[in-house]
């Protein structure tokens, strides 16, 4: 018997590109492919059909094609089994397969009736699929003629005649209703119970979607009626909401759509272009009963609840006029968190990264993290003394590191806490980093171990440029951590303003839809709805490894903080508020009333809660000193001594033997892998570099890869990111080959030096730079054992992100007690560029430098090292290969970390006189911090008459300007190599050495900029302040440079003018 079902489907591809199915598009499913035939009566009167069960058969025919005709069709056919089909080809016949909806049904006849009489002469002729329908019509035909005049089993029931109005209206309902319940899928979210304080619409929008049955009389839109509601329909496929059930009446359907998608749970995710994932989310959110939870499940709800309520009041009481940022209106983000932590751990992730800003960090440090109490509490004591060196920074900035047994799984978890400033969202990358880091030097492909969890606010989240830079870091091969969780703790307020003000789009939450990731709203005053939410998001990422995002639609009970009085700019959202019962009221009724628990269970639970926080309360009052070490986020055991402090207080001579530079350059300038196709251009260049080799001599790039190559060989891992550093952005460096035959066919030369070498990561970033370098200091954080570099493509464009280098890099260790070796890598000099593409600003590092220009420090011990440690940041400007060579292996070899900033060159790259001997690299050799005068001038100090001190390129430009005039006896010219910390041992030998020469700082910057207001007042120090230091360079200027190549050689002339004009200075000394 057959047995057909109209079908209405999603649109699926398949993977020719080709459109499969449509929305809209009717489906006859049965045990084979079906399709109608308009002129069997023509073929039967022709005596061609000769048995009674072909005669069946084609009364089957007859009846299906006047469903056909009149009920106009749809574009393609479903066939048994479940599988999408066109018309297949047949060796005479074929089916157009650009034919329109009606074209394809109306050529089909012809078609169909081949295919019927190619298989009575031969069952094999036709496919299987039209084999086993022809067999099931003739099975079904009846043995007298009455039977060919009587509807088939199709119609039987289901259209009651052959009217073609009744046909039409069966066809046009069972499309409405799937179109229905399309609507819900995609626009459910928008009518969706999600505001706690049912004020706001969380989209912005009071429109409620046309599509969606809200009111009865709504059904008019699909041209359906009131009748219809009892009507049972075939349900498709791309929805759950039958459960076991195939059919249901319209009433029912509607209710379980609008309980799937428009109670306190909003899901976005149509917009998702993968079908599976589309499908899973369905089936989470779909299936009826799925949301439940056991009684023991809600007790331990209730349980984290009351952790998370209490210890807020537990704080408003007993501080009731300090700023703490509380949870309060968002309570229930705690169990939320832990509920994810919980899933994670059971699908095998022991390692979590996460970051947030100041609005319940505190309580999140105390029950997620599980920082003592005490150690909490006793923040809040304006008497606590500070124990570490550094400003440390407020309690609801700082981080923590834990290592605990997940009491929901019973395994060891890691949690650690990113500190953060102010600055929202400037945490995101940097967790992002770090956790890429762990997930590396774990050997974690897939993201299965460790994962990361974001929270945001949701005007920060909107607002703030950086989650849409992380975002788009997130799919990206040497970025991706494999799937973030994101939780938008959603306030709907913005300190003061409302978010109809602070977004233009209709969700906080909308970025995070260029990356296809889902978005779950949920109204955080229902418990068990934001448990379960997290549940399914924890399952996503961990089922696909890609982002998702929570939306906490929920409230602040007070205002930005504590202190803040929210009535002046929301009267009626905190006229709302405070009549709002908190959720920990709401549920423990709801569980008491389900008698999950006793009034008598809950007030217990809540007063041993009570007695720890008082108990820990008592003993805060015992911490005298604040140790903002133990509130470190990444944490370096074994790097340091157990109480934080270096092992040594020197470091290793950063020379290199013969035999390691001759294997390096040789493996610098080949291509290791055979067979590989390189572009005539690279190959000069390698030859190029053989020939420097050959000749014991390194230039910028030759440099650069003995510093790495050596260090890989010692097991120290070394990443470069940035925006086109493979190649770099002067193609100098070309860390990564390209096969020009074969595409994304590359070698890595890098990676071939040995056999048992550290690994080399290079990485062309997006074109993002406040995203990315907070990516690279994360990476930096996960291990003191790798040089992490991050290249600006021009120097000034570090200014991007400012932010990072402003409230991480420069202060982070004095705030947080982290240390960091991150080396940021940035192009500078003026070279006729333009102002954008001239100066990495130096003066903004050196303005950031803590050392006290006024204090000349005692030479005690290794001063160059003790410098090195008491410095925040450290500021180098090389002007040889081999020195640059020297301070990145130094930066691994020192017993500590610092951040490194170094002004790299771009004229020099090739300059012929910028190259180093491979004995400026020989064993024993280390950085020089300065560089003297090693010409004749050397040779008689009590000879010169003037001393210059510069930094960098401006250097060659001297030296030149010195021999056209013939005053390399006269004058001295001394290179500044780390400018800072300021190397005053080194300067004071010269000044000592040169006592009768004047003091003159040039620089190729303009004087408002550059190095000179940090280096004079510290030449001036040194000298006591008994001669004067002049100053050569260019005039004071609002932009960095000229975009005029004649003002920029004239500004030179006159600079090299005034800098070898031995009189110049004489006027102004009388």
């Not at 995609?186 to 049955?213: C, E, K, N, W, Y």
């Not at 040995?754 to 406040?770: F, G, I, M, R």
């Amino acid at each position: 018997m057959l047995s057909f079902a109209l079908r209405f489907d999603d649109v699926t591809h398949r993977p020719s590109g080709r459109l499969w199915g449509g929305g809209g598009g009717i489906y006859i499913e049965g045990s084979g492919l079906a399709a109608l035939s308009h002129s069997a009566d023509e073929h039967h009167n022709k005596g061609k059909v000769k048995s009674t069960a072909a005669r069946t058969a084609m009364s089957q025919f007859r009846a299906l094609a006047g469903v056909l005709r009149a009920g106009g069709g749809g574009p393609w056919w479903r066939g048994g089994g479940g599988t999408l089909a066109r018309c297949r080809p047949h060796p005479w016949r074929t089916c157009s397969s650009e034919a329109t909806p009606s074209q394809a049904v109306t050529s089909s006849s012809n078609y169909v009736e081949d295919m019927y009489f190619a298989w009575l002469e031969d069952h094999n002729n036709v496919h299987e699929s039209w084999d086993t329908l022809f067999q099931n019509m003739e099975k079904s035909g009846a043995p007298d003629e009455e039977a060919e005049r009587r509807p088939s089993p199709l119609l039987q029931g289901r259209v009651a005649s052959h009217s073609p109005n009744v046909t039409q209206k069966v066809v046009e309902d069972h499309l409405a209703v799937h179109t229905l319940i399309r609507a819900y899928q995609i626009r459910g979210h928008h009518v969706a119970q999600l505001d706690p304080l049912g004020i706001l619409d969380t989209d912005l929008d009071s429109f409620v979607p046309s599509d969606l049955i809200t009111t009865i009389d709504k059904l008019g839109f699909y041209g359906l009626h009131e009748s219809d509601l009892d009507r049972s329909f075939r349900l498709p496929h791309t929805t759950f909401i039958g459960g076991g059930e195939t059919t249901l009446p319209l009433r029912e359907v509607i209710r379980r759509l609008e309980a799937s998608y428009c109670g306190h749970v909003g899901v976005e995710f149509m917009f998702i272009n993968n079908v599976e994932q589309c499908q899973w989310i369905r089936q989470k959110f779909e299936t009826p009963g799925i949301m439940r939870f056991t009684n023991a499940e809600k007790r331990t709800l209730m349980a984290r609840l009351i952790r998370s309520t209490r210890f807020e009041d537990f704080l408003a009481r007993k501080w009731s006029s300090e700023k703490r940022f509380g949870l309060e209106g968002c309570e229930v983000l705690i169990p939320a968190l832990k509920t994810i932590i919980d899933s994670s751990s059971a699908a095998g992730i022991d390692s979590v990264i996460m970051g947030m800003p100041h609005r319940g960090r505190l309580n999140v440090l105390a029950n997620v993290i599980r920082k003592d109490l005490n150690q909490i509490f006793c923040q809040f004591d304006p008497k606590l003394e500070a124990a570490d060196e550094g400003s440390g920074d407020v309690k609801y900035h700082l981080g923590m590191y834990h290592e605990r047994i997940n009491r929901g799984t019973d395994k060891n978890i890691t949690l650690s806490l990113m500190a953060n400033p102010s600055h929202l969202e400037a945490v995101d990358p940097v967790v992002q980093g770090k956790a890429k880091a762990e997930q590396f030097y774990r050997g974690d492909a897939f993201g299965k171990k460790v994962m990361s969890i974001l929270m945001h606010g949701d005007a920060a989240f909107a607002g703030q440029g950086v989650v849409y830079e992380t975002f788009h870091l997130s799919e990206l091969p040497s970025y991706t951590t494999h799937g973030t969780i994101h939780v938008v703790v959603n306030n709907q307020i913005g300190f003061t303003t409302d978010p109809r003000m602070a977004r233009s789009s209709p969700y906080p939450t909308d970025v995070a839809r260029v990356v296809n990731a889902p978005i779950f709203h949920v109204n955080a005053d229902d418990p068990e709805a934001v448990m379960y939410v997290c549940r399914v998001a924890a399952e996503w990422r961990n089922t696909f490894n890609k982002d998702v995002v929570i939306d906490l639609v929920c409230y602040r009970r007070f205002g930005h903080n504590e202190m803040d009085e929210p009535l002046f700019t929301q009267p009626l959202m905190y006229k709302r508020i405070r009549r709002q019962e908190h959720v920990l009221k709401k549920y423990s009724d709801k569980l008491i009333g389900e008698g999950v628990v006793t009034l008598q269970e809950f007030e217990e639970e809540v007063a041993k809660y009570d007695k720890i926080c008082e108990e820990a309360y008592g003993s805060s009052k015992d911490e005298k000193i604040s140790q903002i070490r133990h509130w470190l986020d990444s944490p370096w055991p074994k790097f340091f001594t157990a109480e934080g402090e270096p092992k040594t207080m020197n470091y290793p001579p950063t020379g290199l033997d013969e035999e390691v530079l001759q294997h390096i350059g040789q493996t610098a300038s080949s291509v290791p892998l055979g067979d590989f196709n390189i572009h005539p251009g690279l190959s000069r260049i390698l030859r190029s570099r053989a020939n420097l080799v050959r000749n014991g001599q390194l230039d910028w790039a030759l440099g650069e890869y003995m510093a790495f190559g050596s260090l890989l060989k010692d097991g120290v891992h070394v990443r470069l990111s940035g925006q086109d550093v493979e190649r770099g952005t002067f193609s100098h460096r070309h860390h990564v080959l390209h096969d020009q035959e074969v595409d994304k066919r590359i070698c890595v030369p890098m990676n071939h030096l040995w056999a048992d070498q550290a690994p080399y990561t290079v990485c062309n970033s997006s074109l993002s730079e406040y995203g990315v370098l907070g990516f690279e200091l994360g990476f930096a954080m996960a291990s003191p054992n790798a040089l992490v570099l991050w290249e600006a493509q021009f120097g000034d464009f570090h200014n991007t992100a400012q932010c990072i280098i402003d409230q991480f890099i420069s202060s982070g260790q004095a705030k947080w007690v982290r240390h960091n070796g991150i080396v940021l890598l940035l192009p500078h000099g003026m070279e006729g560029m333009g102002p954008e593409h001239s100066s990495a600003r130096p003066e903004r590092f050196l303005q950031m430098s803590k050392d006290d220009p006024d204090h000349f420090p005692e030479f005690a011990g290794d001063f160059e090292v003790q410098q090195l440690y008491d410095c925040n940041w450290i500021v180098v400007n090389c002007s040889t290969p081999a020195n640059y060579c020297h301070v990145l292996r130094r930066q691994i070899l020192l017993p500590f970390r610092k951040p490194l900033i170094i002004f790299t060159p771009k004229s020099l790259l090739r300059h012929t006189d910028a190259r180093s001997s491979f004995n400026d690299l020989a064993k024993g050799t280390k950085f020089k911090r300065l560089i003297p005068d090693e010409g004749p001038a050397s040779q008689n100090p009590d000879g010169v008459r003037r001393l210059i001190f510069c930094t960098g390129k401006v250097y060659y430009e001297l030296n030149k300007e010195r021999k056209r005039q013939n005053l390399e006896k006269d004058v001295a010219i001394v290179r500044l190599e780390q400018i800072s910390p300021f190397p005053f041992d080194l300067v004071r030998a010269e000044l000592e050495k040169h006592k009768r020469a004047e003091l003159v700082w040039c620089q190729e910057e303009h004087k408002n900029t550059g190095y000179y207001n940090y280096v004079q007042p510290r030449l001036l120090t040194v000298v006591a302040s008994k001669r004067p230091v002049w100053y050569a360079g260019r005039d004071p200027a609002a932009a960095p440079a000229t975009g005029n190549k004649s003002t920029h050689l004239n500004e030179l002339k006159k600079f090299m003018d005034v800098a070898f004009d031995l009189s110049a200075f004489q006027e102004r000394n009388t």
